[in-house]
């Protein structure tokens, strides 16, 4: 089966829901870990990226819980593997410990941490703006407003991590997780 996210045809334009765009800006940018614990809206990233690790040479998981998820991907990156960490809302709250203690270390290769917000709720228990925790980790954040950014801004966010050898968090929000716009593919990098 095809997947869209791996279609090699740099600058023809898809239609992709957020989360799918979110995993090809990942694909773009040569992630090459991903994990995650599942929950919405965020789920279908690594759904994503599973479906096409094998293809893709990367290495994909669901975690125990999002604390494992995390320290999985910052391991990856102290191995300066570019690695993708994604999680809901709540799940940021419980990895508190370890990202705070992993903005002061750092990281060498990129760590792209992707939060989902639900506001309003739509699909999980409660609201909780992530926003607030990452500014109090001190580690950069970027918020996209469309699909097209979606992609762009993970495929960006992984070269600002390796550049300031920081995490980088990507928020994204149940509109553009869940909802579906035009995105111009670039160019997927060769995998070994």
């Known amino acids: 089966m095809e997947w869209m996210i791996t279609a090699d045809q740099p600058?023809?334009?898809y239609l992709l829901q957020?989360?799918?765009?979110i995993a090809r800006g990942a694909l773009e940018a040569g992630v090459r870990f991903t994990a995650a614990y599942p929950?919405?809206?965020g789920s279908e990233i690594l759904t994503m990226l599973g479906h096409v690790a094998?293809?893709?040479?990367?290495?994909a998981e669901w975690s125990t819980n999002e604390v494992c998820s995390f320290?999985?991907?910052?391991g990856a990156s102290f191995a300066k593997t570019r690695a993708l960490c994604v999680m809901k809302q709540n799940g940021l709250l419980i990895t508190g410990d370890a990202l705070f203690a992993a903005s002061l270390s750092g990281c060498r290769g990129g760590f792209v941490l992707v939060v989902t917000d639900d506001p309003s709720a739509h699909s999980s228990t409660n609201e909780f703006d992530s926003r607030h925790q990452i500014k109090a980790a001190s580690i950069p954040l970027l918020e996209p407003s469309n699909f097209q950014e979606a992609k762009d801004m993970v495929k960006y966010a992984f070269e600002l991590s390796e550049e300031l050898q920081q995490?980088?968090?990507v928020r994204g929000v149940t509109r553009i997780c869940h909802g579906r716009g035009n995105v111009v593919l670039g160019e997927l990098p060769a995998h070994k």
């Open 11 to 13: 600058g023809k334009t």
């Open 18 to 21: 957020g989360n799918e765009a």
């Open 39 to 41: 929950g919405s809206p």
């Open 54 to 59: 094998k293809q893709m040479g990367i290495y």
């Open 71 to 74: 320290q999985a991907c910052l």
């Open 167 to 169: 995490i980088v968090a």
